[in-house]
């Protein structure tokens, strides 16, 4: 990656001027790329020593490493002191934050940061639901991504194809092939477009089940 170029960047500025907050956002969304959670705190704490303020998209920028590592916890905290230094949070810092629980499957934690966006007075769309949903993908809770589906419906934030390829590849890995291919017809009625990777997910659910699988 090359967020070490970016570091020694920030040094080499650092010996003739005083980095602002452009320039050190710039070096943490490096390090973000790459997925160095741990750089970008050690940025972020680099930054409070010069007295330079990180901003929202600083922040963002750090919670978006997390989200390659699945550092949940850290990001939590990141939010925290987003809230505590009353920075302005938007739809893509919780997708991050959310996104984070994905990796590590604690969907109990992506769906307490869901219902946080209301507080942080932050619109739930697409994006952070799809998160949501894949949260639960991985810690095995078809039932919650079916809720998180029809609450989609309720706030109007209509549900994609992402949404529900991530809610039917949750149903498959706890083999609830009729759900799943309920899921499956109601992407047909939606008048979404049902990828390989709809029909892929459709079909694993059917294990055992190979006289249904074969009418996909």
Request: aromatic fraction near 6%.
């Amino acid at each position: 990656g090359l967020w070490p170029v970016a570091l020694e960047l920030l040094a080499a500025a650092g010996r003739t001027m005083q980095p602002d907050v452009v320039t050190w956002t710039a070096t943490v969304a490096a390090a973000a790329r790459d997925g160095q959670s741990a750089v970008a705190v050690q940025l972020l704490a680099a930054m409070r020593e010069v007295l330079v303020e990180a901003n929202s998209i600083t922040f963002s920028s750090a919670i978006s490493a997390c989200r390659a590592t699945g550092h949940w916890p850290l990001a939590v905290l990141l939010l925290q002191d987003m809230s505590a230094l009353e920075l302005e949070k938007d739809h893509v810092t919780f997708a991050s934050a959310i996104s984070s629980c994905e990796v590590a499957g604690c969907w109990a934690v992506a769906l307490s940061l869901l219902g946080t966006m209301a507080e942080s007075k932050v619109r739930k769309d697409a994006t952070t639901y799809n998160a949501a949903i894949s949260a639960c993908d991985t810690g095995l809770r078809w039932q919650v991504a079916l809720a998180l589906l029809a609450e989609m419906d309720a706030a109007a934030a209509r549900p994609n194809a992402i949404s529900c390829n991530a809610a039917i590849s949750c149903c498959a890995r706890s083999r609830c092939w009729t759900v799943a291919l309920e899921l499956l017809g109601a992407m047909a009625e939606r008048r979404l477009r049902r990828s390989a990777a709809s029909f892929n997910a459709a079909a694993s659910a059917c294990r055992g089940q190979w006289h249904q699988a074969l009418g996909l």
